[in-house]
């Protein structure tokens, strides 16, 4: 799975701050995701945010905002084909 990155570019230093941080997280959560994907045996299965905060020491918050982009919903995603 590929977890969309905030291509900032501009002037703004805050901005890109928090695009870089969004970047850091993201990284973090793809490869989470990725890895705990390649274990699992029966499909499909769900990964909740919850789980996944648990487990990558995020806040749940922001691993809902930087995982949504999966076509999840609002308390996890399910992966059903590799």
Do not use: W
Request: net charge positive; hydrophobic share 35%; with cysteine.
């Amino acid at each position: 799975m590929h977890v969309k990155r905030d291509y900032y570019r501009g002037a703004q230093p805050a901005r890109k701050r928090k695009a870089q941080e969004y970047n850091r997280l993201a990284e973090i959560l793809e490869n989470y995701v990725n890895e705990e994907a390649q274990k699992v045996t029966n499909l499909p299965h769900v990964f909740l945010y919850a789980d996944i905060a648990r487990e990558t020491n995020i806040p749940v918050k922001k691993v809902r905002d930087i995982l949504f982009c999966l076509a999840a919903g609002h308390n996890g995603f399910t992966l059903s084909h590799r």
